[in-house]
């Protein structure tokens, strides 16, 4: 048995993990590596102890420049004499002219407006509003402005120490972890028991085959990465030396590069530069790229060269998504269609009508709206298909002999993302699609991969039973060849045909073919992608629609009113003594529920006295984890009201926070609403309101009697919300079905 993670760290962890993962690299990417490379290895294999963590500590921290006062730690004793033998073995240098910037950047908002100040003696000379100027406004006019060696003089330029060898860590690091997203905090998390690795194999080979491929995609990382605070200079100089780009056809690199082509053309266009643009989309034939050079052309009155690219892309499509879009832009700027297919489908979906307390979860309110029809149906999106995927092909994906994985804290196989996973494992892939066409082998399958590899990290199956059981029941009535046909398209493209999938998915009686609903409320688009995976649904042989909501008090709807009595107002420490609640619908009171409930400490004396519940009452009461089901299954899937909601529903939260569940859902506060519908009252306190509106509240803080106050509260805010909602729509309408 493994013993358990530390709760602290040993005081010199990040060199260990340093040094694991330069053994790594060392082992399986020489090939990888050239002289620089090999020269920082060696160098700093011969680093005294001290002065290897000096530099793994820089080289974790941000920034490349460093004041000798910001580098102190504990477990380094003499800070100095390693910062000596780092510049001597060439791992650190003092700073030059060129580092100006970066070590004015160091400094605070209120040191760089005292320099400023000081350099511009006359007032006249500075420029205006220097004094309101913000921190990057005033580090820009520094560096343009201040002389290196007025800004620090040789006495100051011994505060400071530039790390060497920057890119050559940084390499290292991307040839371990395959991305410039990671770092060695992934070791510290893994050694925590915060993270789990993979356990899918120990003898992982490189993910890089040369040198050229690993340099390739560095580059292309590096571009990417640099893009996202490029200035419009540093964009025109990037897209002057795309020719010069490294010219890899190694999948990995060739995707690298399609991003970056994409991102650094997006970049042009919103900067105005149109033309660059173009030129840099040219380079590129993978979708988005091509799409934007499309309607750039167009948009530039080159509408031949537009049609001729269009028809090229619609004969040979890089993804589904390409030629969705070269058909649709065909059909509407060549052969005049009025309306593209995105926006036809949006326009015929059906109309749900949903009670407007959903607001915030439009899907779950969606689905229970639906379940009242005796269906089943739940809010899922690309879970059961990603789901299902993983376990279909689970040993394709992380058998020790299959498994295309690179380190331990990777759970994506590289083939894909490159998109060579079918052709590695055609024949396999072929014969599990065809086992879909036996339910009852397929749900054998499923279920033994589920009980082998149940818990184990990995980037596709959720451990979860709720949604387990709905893959299955999607295996056992889905039509025949309909899953195969999806998977099919996930196995040959999966970056693209991995997500896009309906909201709902929903089963009516007992062996129907499940149908998919994609839920959109005023305001929202259809994704392209959604529109291929619903196309793609329905040649499958599922039902598919896209409902628009419109939002309405719903007479039919269910509200539980709960009141809420506590030993104190913190939820974090205090806890509850009374429940309260009270169901509501159609206006009526239809049923009541309560508990006293024990906290587990003294009541204060002063609580006692003001709800009237002691000690005594509560000694023999259950703990909240006791009655935590039977409140649940009461609460079931209506609003949660309260009056001044934060505090009953944090109190609910956080009590089964504490059991390990989650407590969520739609949330109506009459206290809100109070204001909204009776605006001008002096107080909208309960007893006020209480008061005003002539509801009896007998037994003032005990739970069950403001519940049922707050309950017929409600009543009379629901009918100001009911001709609210009709003046909004004209008239008082009932929910249509989704069904066409």
């Not at 920034?63 to 004499?81: A, H, K, V, W």
């Not at 840099?280 to 091509?290: C, G, I």
């Not at 005990?702 to 008239?731: H, P």
């Amino acid at each position: 048995m493994n013993p358990p993670p530390p709760d602290v760290l040993p005081s010199r962890y990040y060199l260990g993990h340093f040094l694991e993962m330069l053994d790594f690299v060392a082992s399986r990417y020489d090939h990888a590596l050239d002289a620089a490379h090999r020269s920082f290895l060696g160098d700093f294999g011969r680093l005294s102890e001290e002065a290897r963590c000096l530099y793994v500590r820089i080289a974790n921290r941000r920034g490349r420049i460093f004041r000798r006062d910001q580098l102190r730690y504990e477990e380094i004793t003499d800070p100095e004499t390693a910062s000596a033998e780092l510049i001597g073995a060439d791992f650190l240098r003092s700073p030059e002219s060129r580092d100006l910037g970066r070590m004015l950047a160091t400094e605070s908002r209120n040191e760089l407006l005292a320099r400023l100040r000081a350099h511009f003696q006359n007032e006249n000379e500075a420029p205006p509003r220097l004094a309101s100027m913000k921190k990057a406004a005033l580090l820009k006019l520094a560096t343009t402005t201040l002389p290196f060696e007025v800004a620090y003089p040789d006495s100051r330029r011994t505060e400071y120490l530039v790390q060497r060898r920057e890119d050559e860590v940084a390499y290292l690091l991307f040839l371990y972890f395959g991305s410039l997203d990671r770092d060695l905090t992934s070791f510290a998390l893994r050694d925590l028991g915060r993270v789990r690795t993979a356990a899918f194999r120990d003898d992982f080979e490189a993910r890089f085959t040369s040198r050229d491929a690993a340099w390739a995609c560095f580059f292309h990382a590096k571009t990417l990465q640099s893009l996202e605070e490029a200035e419009p200079e540093s964009l025109r100089r990037l897209s002057a030396s795309v020719e010069e780009w490294p010219d890899c056809r190694e999948p990995e690199a060739e995707l690298l590069r399609h991003r970056a082509l994409h991102r650094l053309g997006r970049l042009l266009e919103r900067d105005g530069q149109g033309d660059a643009a173009l030129a840099v989309y040219s380079r590129s034939d993978q979708y988005p790229a091509t799409e934007r050079r499309v309607r750039l052309l167009h948009q530039g009155g080159r509408v031949e060269e537009a049609e001729e690219l269009l028809r090229h892309l619609i004969d040979d499509p890089s993804c589904d998504g390409e030629l969705l879009f070269a058909e649709d832009f065909l059909e509407r700027k060549y052969q005049k269609k009025r309306t593209g297919r995105l926006t036809e489908l949006l326009r015929s979906g059906p109309v749900l009508a949903l009670d407007e307390s959903g607001r915030g979860h439009p899907e779950l309110t969606a689905a229970r709206r639906i379940a009242r029809n005796g269906a089943t149906a739940a809010h899922v999106e690309n879970r059961p298909w990603q789901q299902l995927f993983g376990l279909l092909f689970w040993d394709l994906l992380y058998g020790a002999e299959h498994a295309s994985l690179h380190d331990p804290f990777d759970f994506t196989p590289q083939d894909l993302s490159t998109g060579t996973f079918l052709d590695r494992h055609c024949e396999r892939i072929e014969e599990r699609l065809r086992l879909l066409d036996d339910p009852e082998e397929a749900l054998a399958l499923l279920l033994s991969n589920w009980e082998t590899h149940r818990g184990t990290p990995n980037a596709f199956v959720w451990w979860d039973e709720v949604l387990f059981v709905l893959v299955c029941q999607l295996v056992s009535q889905s039509p025949k060849g309909a899953l195969a046909s999806i998977l099919g398209e996930m196995a040959r493209d999966f970056r693209h045909n991995r997500s896009g999938f309906p909201d709902l998915v929903v089963f009516e009686e007992e062996g129907a073919v499940p149908r998919f609903v994609e839920i959109k409320t005023e305001g929202d688009q259809i994704r392209r992608q959604q529109l291929v995976q619903i196309e793609r649904l329905r040649r499958a042989g599922f039902p598919v629609e896209v409902a628009r909501v419109r939002w309405i008090v719903d007479p039919e709807q269910d509200y539980v009113v709960v009141d809420l009595e506590t030993t104190g107002g913190d939820p974090s420490f205090q806890r509850i003594t009374e429940i309260g609640a009270v169901r509501v619908r159609n206006g009526r009171i239809i049923d009541e529920w309560s508990s006293l409930v024990n906290p587990g400490r003294r009541i204060p004396s002063f609580i006692a006295r003001l709800t009237g519940i002691s000690d005594e009452m509560v000694a023999q009461a259950p703990p909240f984890a006791d009655i935590a089901a039977d409140l649940r299954d009461y609460l079931g899937d209506a609003v949660f009201v309260a009056h001044r909601a934060k505090f009953d529903h944090g109190f609910l939260k956080a009590e089964f926070g504490r059991l390990g569940e989650d407590f969520g859902g739609p949330i109506l506060c009459t206290v809100v609403e109070s204001r909204r519908h009776f605006p001008g009252l002096p107080s909208y306190g309960l007893g006020s309101l209480c008061a005003h509106f002539g509801i009896p509240l007998d037994s003032h803080h005990r739970a069950l009697c403001d519940a049922r106050a707050t309950a017929e509260l409600l009543i009379r805010i629901n009918e100001k919300r009911v001709k609210a909602s009709a003046s909004e729509t004209g008239e008082i309408r009932g929910e249509p079905s989704i069904r066409d």
